[in-house]
């Protein structure tokens, strides 16, 4: 089955800069790619996806680039503000069938003020 | 709507005891799904449906048990409650039109 690695585990910033969460996987068949937020005591969210069939795809202040070479994709957050602390999940998957995800551990994301 | 809706946020069971966690969604939703959460360890899979009658086993699903038998309604149940379930149990639901995951607010279980 899928196998999902995350890194790192945390990630302490400064207001205003850049964050960085990388995820590698396992099956070259996975062609879907979300990004989940979790912020404290609250339920996950979608915050971005990406498919096999783009390299990158942006949202504002966030973005996600996929290399389905090396089987690695990442989620970038630019200009972090207080708010974006949360546990983000990346998670893999194909979109065949019935699509069951496999999540990463997750990154617990502090944004120092 | 009220999306995804799980009931109780918070259980204290002792070993042994058996439950139910109750997970219903009202956006007619064809697959469920149920997962734990425990520190460090990301989003378990513990069972999932594609549609009311079928259900199928995920990544963790021994000590649970599951039944669909309405679009709207997927329940948990803890046969014999052990220390090692102690966790945050999530339910989500998704429709075949979408891949996007909308998630319950949680049940807080602990077993003492």
């Known amino acids: 089955g899928e196998n999902v690695e995350q890194h790192p585990s945390t990630l302490s910033v400064q207001e205003g800069d850049s964050a960085v969460i990388k995820c590698t996987y396992s099956d070259s068949a996975s062609n879907y790619f979300p990004w989940y937020k979790q912020e404290l005591g609250k339920r996950p969210q979608l915050i971005i996806d990406?498919?096999?069939?783009?390299g990158e795809k942006k949202d504002q202040r966030i973005a996600v680039t996929l290399n389905k070479t090396a089987k690695h994709f990442s989620l970038h957050i630019t200009e972090t503000q207080p708010e974006d602390s949360a546990v983000y999940f990346c998670?893999?998957?194909?979109?065949?069938?019935?699509?069951?995800?496999?999540f990463g551990r997750g990154t617990s994301l502090i944004v120092h003020p | 709507n009220a999306g995804v809706t799980q009931t109780p946020k918070f259980q204290v069971l002792k070993t042994g005891q058996s439950m139910t966690l109750q997970c219903a969604q009202d956006?007619?939703?064809?697959?469920m799904s149920w997962y734990r959460q425990d520190p460090g360890m990301g989003l378990r899979l513990i069972h999932y449906?594609?549609?009311?009658?079928?259900?199928d086993q995920g990544e963790v699903p021994n000590g649970y048990n599951v039944s669909r038998s309405t679009t709207e309604d997927f329940p948990l149940r803890l046969l014999s409650a052990a220390p090692s379930q102690t966790s945050v149990y999530f339910c989500?639901?998704?429709?075949?039109?979408?891949?996007?995951?909308?998630f319950g607010p949680g049940t807080r279980l602990t077993v003492t």
């Open positions: 990406i498919r096999s069939n783009v």
């Open positions: 449906s594609v549609g009311a009658g079928i259900t």
């Open positions: 956006m007619n939703h064809e697959y």
């Open positions: 998670a893999a998957s194909t979109t065949g069938g019935s699509y069951i995800p496999t």
């Open positions: 989500a639901s998704r429709t075949s039109g979408s891949y996007e995951q909308y």
